[in-house]
């Protein structure tokens, strides 16, 4: 029974008493063994193999044994992920590669959506690389609309971080395709949250976090999928020592490593990537299905408490729970106040400018009853302006 399972899989957490946390989109809860992890890699490998660990450990296979597990949440295959650096910076990787691919069309199209990052890294791209391309941004409804002859590569980000409104990944990498573009797609709000096919979709390009859903502690290394037929033509621009053929050989020049080892760049941070590798095994015998199942029940559960004891927060996610990711928005006017006072009720969510309260649903970790406790503590806050508090309206650096 999945109600047994979730009950399993939470022991599975460390959860601080009395707190509710609505946040695991943000970053996740820390799993009981990656915590086991780091201390065993302190004390043992590091403590006392020291450089031989790079070998003895296995340090030096991380970045592609722990794609290979991230490989089977997101529908690819062995051998297409690969582990390393941020977000940001596989966006980076991937955008100059597909650039590469895509001949000499101009335009990266994206939508008013996507993660800032994401746009800014692709307007760094144009800057650095100067042959006449721009980034054309559109509302996420004109997406298809707006994909034409120009366009090299669509890039987007599948799961809306403000709202949670989800793209039909499968329907526009064809129509991207069938019109000669590339896809990108970014899975920081997918991945570990419902069920992704990459190879269904014949996505081009991929990447995403492994802090949020996937639990890999705060700032734990990002991945990338590159479509397998893509790999062998890519002469990657972050070109460095990690991602060649023969990275001990040390020769002048670069000659990239066979298959998606070249997406990587400098030496792994592997105590990040060993909570990473640990916090995977949670994942063990849970079908995404089932995860995703719950996770609408949890989302409709909340959005149908609050809209009835708060009629002063307005939805801002899909209504229907097919539309969107495991997350709930409410726009509310002093919406990062309440957040403040909620989370001192220990009810933790979180605040998007201008006006977004956002909660996660993380089935891994919180059922039901939690999520009718945690929409009671929020009714309580509006209904008592309870936020109208100079404390809880002082903004911290992060919000
Ligand atoms: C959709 C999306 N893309 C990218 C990022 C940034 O990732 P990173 O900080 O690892 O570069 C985030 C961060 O929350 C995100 O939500």
């Known amino acids: 029974m999945t109600s047994d399972l979730f009950a399993r899989t939470r022991t599975l957490f460390e959860i601080p008493d009395g707190v509710i946390y609505l946040d695991g989109n943000s970053l996740g809860v820390m799993p009981k063994a990656a915590r086991e992890r780091v201390i065993t890699e302190l004390d043992v490998s590091w403590g006392r193999e020291l450089i031989r660990a790079w070998n003895t450990c296995g340090w030096i296979d991380l970045p592609s044994k722990i794609g290979d597990r991230i490989a089977t949440l997101i529908g690819a295959p062995p051998g297409s992920v690969v582990v390393a650096d941020s977000t940001s910076i596989n966006l980076y990787k991937a955008l100059t590669s597909a650039l590469q691919l895509s001949g000499d069309r101009r335009v990266i199209l994206s939508d008013s959506g996507n993660f800032p990052t994401d746009l800014y890294v692709a307007e760094g791209v144009i800057r650095t690389l100067d042959r006449g391309l721009s980034l054309k941004i559109v509302a996420p409804e004109d997406i298809e609309a707006a994909i034409d002859a120009d366009v ?93 053929a023969a990275p001990f050989a040390f020769p002048l020049n670069y000659t990239p490593a066979p298959a998606i080892d070249r997406m990587r760049t400098g030496t792994p941070p592997v105590l990040s990537l060993a909570a990473l590798d640990s916090a995977l095994t949670v994942w063990d015998g849970i079908s995404m299905q089932d995860v995703r199942q719950r996770s609408m029940e949890l989302s409709d559960l909340f959005i149908a408490r609050v809209e009835a004891l708060c009629p002063e927060l307005e939805l801002a996610s899909p209504r229907d729970a097919t539309k969107r990711g495991s997350q709930v928005s409410f726009r509310f006017h002093e919406g990062y106040a309440a957040m403040q006072a909620l989370i001192a009720d220990n009810v933790i969510g979180d605040f998007r400018a201008p006006d977004i309260m956002r909660f996660g649903f993380t089935p891994l970790y919180i059922g039901f009853a939690e999520v009718e406790e945690a929409a009671r503590r929020l009714a309580r806050i509006i209904s008592e302006n309870r936020w109208d508090r100079p404390e809880f309206k002082a903004r911290s650096k992060v919000t």
């Open 152 to 244: 090299a590569v669509l890039m987007l980000t599948e799961v809306d971080y403000r709202t949670g409104r989800m793209h039909d990944m499968a329907r526009l990498t064809a129509r991207a395709q069938a019109a000669g573009a590339l896809t990108i797609w970014d899975l920081a709000h997918s991945c570990g949250a419902l069920p992704v096919d990459l190879t269904g979709a014949n996505a081009d390009f991929a990447i995403g976090c492994s802090y949020k859903y996937l639990n890999g502690g705060p700032g734990a290394p990002a991945f990338i999928y590159v479509r397998p037929d893509h790999q062998p033509k890519i002469q990657p621009a972050l070109s460095a020592w990690m991602g060649h």
